[in-house]
Each structure stands twice: as C-alpha cells, then as structure tokens.
C-alpha cells in the first residue's frame, strides 16, 4: 500500500542527504572498508535510473553491503559507532529500496534480514533520536515486501514484526502529529497479511489503544469520556478539513482509520475485544456523524461492516449499534449527496443488516441489548410500568441473572462525565424490587442495594432522586423478612 512519505520524515532525509561525509576518513579509521565505499559512491548521488542499473547489475554484492555475507559484517554494524555514518547510510538504504524494485526481494533472501537495522530500534529513547526513525522507515519498507514474499508466515518476519510495531506504539504516545503520522503510516505498510494483523492484534495495549485514542480526540470525547459518544452531540459543522476535535488534522485522522481498516479484515478476531476495550461502534457512530470527506465516512463505514458481519459478533455488536443510534445516523447519510461506489454499497449492507436486526426485535430485547451495550439512557421501557410488570422476573432470571449483574457492572463506574447512567440505572433496580421483591435477596448478592445506598448521598440531584425511590422500594418490603 503506496502513501505519501510523511513531511517530517522527508524533511529530515533530505537534511542527511546534504550532509558531507568524511568518507575517507571512515576507511583510515577502519569504520567502513575501502570497498564499502566503493559501492556506495556507485549509488550515492546519482540519478535514480544509473542506481537502480548499478545495483541491478551487481545484487548480491550490495545485499552484502547491507546486510553481511561470507565477506564480513553489514556496513551498519561496522559504522555503528558512527551515528553520521549510521544515519547516512539508513537514507541510502531507503533510496536504494524505493528506486530497484527487486531489492527487497533479494535482501529477504538473506538468512537474517533484519539483524543489521533491528538494534538501532533501541538506539534511543528519544523518539525525535534520527537513528531509530530512518530505521523504522527501512523496516517497514522490507518488512511490507516479506507480506508478499511470504503471504503466511516466515520466522525471522514473525520475530521482527513486534519489534518494529513498539517502536512505533511509542511514536504514537507522542504530542507530535507529525511523529504519529510516521508511525502509523508505517503500521498500514505491513498491516498487509492475517499474520501481521494477528501480531498487531496480540500487542493491542501498545498498538491499538494509541490508536484509538486519536480517534476519540477526533470525536470530541476524551480518553475516559463517554458521554459525547453515546450521547451524538457534536455535528459535520464541528469538524474542518484543517482539523477535528483535539485539534486531529485530516490527514492524520485517514491514515489511523485506514490502519484500523486493515486490521478490521480480522473481524472475528478483534470485534468484540474493540467494542469491549474501546467501545468502537459508539466512536465511529460519532465519527461518521463528523466525517467531513468521502475518504474518512468510506473507511468507516467499511470498518463497521468488516466488524459487524461476522455471526460471532452479530448479537453483542448489534445491540450495541443500536443503542447508539447507528441505524439514525446512516439515514441521515443517506441524505447526503454521497458518490463514491464502495462507500454507497457499504452503507445500502449495513442498513439492510440493521434493519433486519431491529425488525426481530421485542422491546425486552431491545431493553437487554441496551444494558448489555454497558451504556444507559432514558429510552421508553425505563419508564413503562407495563414493561416492568411483565418482564421484570424474565430480568432477573434469563441466562442466569445476566442483566442484573450487568448492571451492577454499570453501576460499580463513577460516570464521572454522564451521571444520568446512574440514575437511570437506579430507576431500574427500583422497579425490579417493586415487581419481584421476592428476588430482593439475589439483587443484594450482587452488592445492588448497597451500591443503591451509596449513591443517596451523590453530587448529582437525579442520582439522588432515583437513588431514595429505589431504597424506598427496599424498606417498603423490610418487614417481611
């Protein structure tokens, strides 16, 4: 997959490019061999075409170059001392790799491919140091060529992945738009294979949570902010093209999405951990209602579909989707004068399979999918005393009691940034007691009244409102026994 190089990126390249050399002075102090030398001036400074002719004619002597051979070692371990030296030849090497099309191929044909540039990986915990960057850049390039040299799996690929992917879990964590937009620009480049997603995946604290994070900036929602999400309370008028919430540009924003895009290919692999971990279909809920181009609202809409359709998400992800409001949000789409294909076709699937999901549904379900979902609002069947007076022992008793316990999940968060969560929750324990206060024993198990209790004294004046009605229902039946 072909993207723009990163401005920062390229900005420093061509810094190191411009930089002398003291080339002879390397070979007299015996930190590059004469011959070594040799072989770069051949490549270095001239046009791309006498390059690529040059190294087309004599490959294997430049694998060796930069990779060892029988000869001796890699000119980046013999230079490693020399950090002018080391970031030279990174640059050179990236040129080399981008301008002969076969070299990739040819340099995974070595034993161990990625020996010489693995250790500058860690060559600095400063995240601007040049040396692991230009390193990176390398990695990915040869590391992207390994997913279709060896579309399953390779050992030494396998064993380089995860290295390569925290180092730029790191650069993600950074203030720096423009070292994020490195790292995740290089996470598309070999995100290319189930293998390599699978990885990603297996390290999804380091890799996708950053990730996510950005995202969640875009939306407008902090990090431990939820209320804006389930809540669909920004609009497109908020978004710009020079940047969205938390000051997230455009093109930062498309390349996390296509990275998240990529790794949505294993969408029974990763649904239900997304949704559980980071509550992906809220967030791109919202995202869609702010997507200001065509690109970002096609990558969207194809990710929900990727993580929607496979039947071990169906049931968790849907109710979910609907709780948020996901099937309002792609009418609304719909109104928009939309002409991409793919994105059209995408949006016309996930409508269909919305629809037939809503259509089979009872109230009661669609009461436990919002539960389940782990998020509330005031939707009818809260306030419906009917609903209760003929589903609140199905509540308490279906799959073992798995509503109540859900909702004592809920109700053990502060909901710091949507209290309502927790009026809302205590409204429906309040009418659980009152239609079957011979369960009163099995809420208290699960630490419902307690929990009940505490929150009479909450900040929040509906908290506390629902919380008395809730406890009142307790005493009323406290006499018998």
Known sequence: MSLDPPTYLNSLQNNIRARPIPWEGAVRAGTITDQDLRKIKAVDKVRKEQRRQTVEADVGTYRALLLGGESGKSVLESAAKRADVVQYVLVLTGDLLNDVPGLASVLLDHPDPYKPFLP??????????PIPLLTSSVLAIILSAAQTKFPKSNTKT?????????????????????????????????????????????????????????LRAAAGAGKDT???????????????EAGLGGGVGLQLLYHVLLAIWQLSFEGSL????????????????????????????????????NLLTP??????????????????????????????????????????????????????????????????????????????????????????GELPKKLAEIMGKSWDSDK???????????WLVKECPEKRGELEKLGLKA???????????????ESLKAVGEWLRYSFDG
């Not at 500058?120 to 140091?129: A, R, Y």
């Not at 939820?226 to 710009?240: K, N």
């Open 451 to 465: 929990r009940v209790m505490e929150l009479m004294s909450e900040s929040d004046e509906t908290v506390r409102y």
């Open 158 to 214: 396998d064993e380089a992945l995860p290295k390569l992917y925290k180092y730029l879990s790191g650069l993600t964590k950074s203030q720096d738009s423009g070292l994020q937009d490195i790292a995740v620009q290089e996470y598309s480049a070999v995100l290319r294979t189930k293998k390599a997603r699978e990885l990603f995946w297996k390290q999804r604290h380091e890799t996708v949570g950053p990730l996510v994070d950005i």
């Open 120 to 129: 500058f990986l860690t060559h600095s915990t400063n995240p601007e140091d």
């Open 311 to 400: 039947s071990t998400n169906r049931s968790f992800l849907l109710a979910t989707a609907v709780s948020v409001r996901l099937p309002n949000c792609l009418s609304n789409l719909k109104g928009r004068h939309l002409t991409d294909p793919d994105l059209l076709d995408d949006l016309q699937s996930l409508t269909n399979m919305l629809d037939e999901y809503t259509s089979s549904q009872t109230t009661l379900d669609e009461y436990a999918s919002e539960v389940l979902a782990g998020h509330l609002k005031w939707s009818p069947p809260h306030r419906d005393g009917n609903f209760w007076r003929e589903n609140a022992s199905k509540i308490i008793a279906d799959n073992k």
């Open 270 to 305: 990763v649904g239900k951990g997304l949704e559980e971990e980071h509550e992906i279909i809220p967030l791109y809920t919202q995202l869609l209602r702010l997507s200001p181009k065509e690109k970002t609202t096609r990558l969207l809409l194809s990710t929900l579909l």
């Open 420 to 430: 309502q969560v927790l009026a809302i929750a205590c409204s429906d324990i309040g």
């Open 226 to 240: 939820d209320s804006t999400l389930w809540s669909g309370g920004a609009s497109i008028r908020t978004a710009t």
